[in-house]
């Protein structure tokens, strides 16, 4: 069986009315107004064959699913944790961690805390200390592991004054914020003997584990001609648990889980669970789903379609570089990352940059991306607009559309115009934020 999706082609005019009804806000178009969708890879892979005949069996039983025991088994062969407490989607496990394992004004060390993340941290009174190493601020280093935590600033901060703050280390494989630049082995072994040397567990976001684990065996020396299985069974043998977006590298359209060692931290999870996800054996998952995902994990660490995956990224990023546009390298597993500052140098950083830019790509050719933006602990902002690519679903020929777009979108760099912020929640604003196009640019370059 195969199931292709038709795509629409819009005028500049259709799209700039899309936009006007949108208030601007990339995630409040209609999908079918978009042509090449680059704004996420989660949830928006296509599924397999293998997936599809193994959601025909999904055990929809409320408690005791048969479909759980599969996913169960899976994740506890490949990562060997012992309790997996099943969630809808990553920011559900995010939700019961910081429940269970923090307390109002504490300080959570990571090497860059995604954006749900950190909405749930400050949700729940926890202050982030991002420690990325330095060397993530040189976009065009070529550096294979910027997204590493930097240990020196990490044992300084738990054996100082603030250690009593800290209820455990995370770590984000790969570093989405920080353009998806992967974390080494090397790294995360020498994090998990700091952080076990001060007493505080070590716990992974990690739902591209996959490919960190292939960017690994392919750019860590000391780590070539392993097997991916054995590079990601070694990542989770290093923490105490993690928590998955499954809707990433495990190739689901929804789901996450919860795994970890503790049988009593488990417990407090799946108390917690019960409140607002469901049942221990289902937590806001359906059967099929729960099927999907036990086997998209093998699927997703299958070493061609991490060639495949990853060197797709690699393309993108080569036609933006060759078309003269300023791209972050080296690329990443899932995203391309352009630096909004080096291509719109003339608005300022309350002109929404990063936003600019991806609205004039889908202005120019219905491509939809997103703004990324960081704070740094010196203040420094840092804005940037990703293009994720979603698993198994666009051919180069698309990517080279999506390229060439971007390419227009340079010729007239300097005439962009920045957006003024009309409203916006407080947590994870970008998602339900109503933008206004400035009607002159800051000033002219």
Same mark, same amino acid.
């Given at each position: 069986?195969?199931?292709?999706?038709?795509l629409?082609?819009?005028?500049?005019?259709?799209?700039?009315?899309?936009?006007?009804?949108?208030?601007?806000?990339l995630?409040?178009?209609?999908?079918e107004?978009?042509?090449?969708?680059?704004?996420?890879?989660? +949830?928006t892979?296509?599924i397999?064959? $293998?997936q599809?005949?193994?959601?025909?069996r999904?055990?929809?039983?409320?408690a005791?699913?048969?479909?759980f025991?599969?996913?169960?088994?899976?994740?506890?062969?490949?990562?060997?944790?012992? *309790?997996?407490?099943?969630?809808?989607?990553?920011?559900a496990?995010e939700?019961?961690?910081?429940?269970?394992?923090?307390?109002p004004?504490?300080?959570?060390?990571?090497n860059?805390l995604?954006?749900?993340?950190?909405?749930?941290?400050?949700?729940y009174?926890? $202050?982030?200390?991002?420690?990325?190493v330095?060397?993530?601020?040189?976009?065009?280093?070529?550096?294979?592991f910027?997204?590493?935590?930097?240990?020196?600033?990490?044992?300084?901060l738990?054996?100082?004054?603030?250690?009593?703050?800290?209820?455990?280390?995370?770590?984000?494989?790969?570093?989405?914020?920080?353009?998806?630049?992967?974390?080494?082995l090397?790294?995360l072994?020498e994090?998990?003997?700091?952080? *076990?040397?001060y007493?505080?567990?070590?716990?992974?976001?990690a739902?591209?584990?996959?490919?960190?684990?292939w960017?690994?065996?392919?750019?860590?020396?000391?780590e070539? +001609?392993?097997?991916?299985?054995?590079?990601v069974? $070694?990542?989770f043998d290093?923490?105490?648990?993690?928590?998955?977006?499954?809707?990433?590298?495990a190739?689901g359209?929804?789901g +996450?889980?919860?795994?970890?060692r503790?049988?009593s931290v488990?417990?407090?999870?799946?108390?917690?669970?019960?409140?607002?996800?469901?049942?221990?054996?289902?937590?806001?998952?359906?059967?099929?789903?729960?099927?999907?995902?036990?086997?998209?994990?093998?699927?997703g660490?299958g070493?061609?379609?991490?060639?495949?995956?990853?060197?797709?990224?690699?393309?993108?990023?080569?036609q933006?570089?060759?078309?003269?546009v300023?791209?972050?390298?080296?690329?990443? +597993?899932?995203?391309?990352?352009?630096?909004?500052?080096k291509i719109?140098?003339?608005?300022?950083?309350?002109?929404?940059?990063?936003?600019?830019?991806a609205?004039?790509?889908?202005?120019?050719?219905?491509?939809?991306?997103?703004?990324?933006a960081?704070?740094?602990a010196n203040g420094e902002?840092?804005?940037?607009?990703?293009l994720?690519?979603?698993g198994?679903?666009?051919?180069?020929?698309?990517?080279?559309?999506?390229a060439?777009c971007m390419?227009?979108?340079?010729?007239?760099?300097e005439?962009?115009?920045?957006?003024?912020?009309?409203?916006?929640?407080?947590?994870?604003?970008?998602?339900?934020?109503?933008?206004r196009?400035?009607?002159?640019?800051?000033?002219?370059?």
């Amino acid at each position: 069986m195969r199931v292709v999706e038709p795509l629409r082609f819009t005028t500049v005019a259709e799209r700039e009315k899309a936009l006007e009804e949108a208030h601007f806000n990339l995630y409040s178009l209609r999908a079918e107004d978009v042509l090449i969708d680059l704004l996420t890879d989660s +949830g928006t892979c296509a599924i397999s064959r $293998e997936q599809m005949a193994a959601m025909m069996r999904g055990d929809e039983s409320y408690a005791g699913s048969a479909s759980f025991y599969r996913m169960e088994s899976a994740v506890r062969d490949l990562f060997g944790f012992e *309790h997996v407490i099943p969630v809808h989607q990553g920011r559900a496990a995010e939700r019961l961690l910081f429940q269970v394992m923090t307390t109002p004004g504490q300080l959570l060390p990571s090497n860059t805390l995604f954006d749900t993340t950190r909405a749930n941290a400050l949700d729940y009174g926890v $202050e982030a200390a991002d420690l990325p190493v330095p060397e993530f601020l040189d976009f065009s280093s070529l550096d294979r592991f910027k997204g590493n935590i930097d240990c020196e600033a990490l044992e300084a901060l738990l054996r100082g004054p603030e250690a009593k703050r800290i209820p455990f280390v995370l770590v984000n494989i790969t570093n989405n914020i920080c353009a998806d630049q992967p974390v080494s082995l090397e790294n995360l072994r020498e994090t998990s003997r700091i952080a *076990h040397q001060y007493g505080r567990p070590l716990y992974l976001d990690a739902c591209r584990f996959a490919q960190n684990a292939w960017l690994i065996q392919q750019y860590e020396a000391a780590e070539a +001609g392993r097997s991916v299985r054995s590079i990601v069974k $070694e990542i989770f043998d290093l923490a105490d648990g993690c928590y998955i977006s499954a809707k990433k590298d495990a190739m689901g359209q929804i789901g +996450g889980f919860l795994a970890v060692r503790e049988a009593s931290v488990a417990q407090k999870l799946k108390e917690r669970m019960l409140l607002a996800e469901g049942f221990v054996t289902y937590g806001g998952m359906t059967g099929r789903d729960m099927e999907a995902v036990a086997v998209g994990l093998y699927e997703g660490i299958g070493e061609e379609h991490l060639r495949c995956r990853v060197e797709r990224t690699a393309y993108l990023h080569e036609q933006l570089r060759l078309a003269g546009v300023p791209v972050i390298s080296p690329p990443g +597993g899932h995203a391309v990352y352009l630096p909004a500052a080096k291509i719109l140098p003339h608005l300022a950083a309350n002109e929404n940059p990063g936003h600019a830019l991806a609205v004039e790509l889908y202005r120019e050719g219905g491509v939809r991306g997103t703004k990324i933006a960081l704070t740094l602990a010196n203040g420094e902002h840092v804005e940037m607009l990703r293009l994720a690519i979603p698993g198994r679903v666009y051919s180069t020929s698309h990517l080279d559309y999506a390229a060439d777009c971007m390419r227009g979108v340079m010729l007239r760099a300097e005439q962009i115009q920045g957006f003024a912020t009309v409203c916006a929640p407080p947590l994870l604003g970008g998602f339900m934020a109503q933008y206004r196009q400035l009607q002159e640019a800051a000033c002219t370059v």
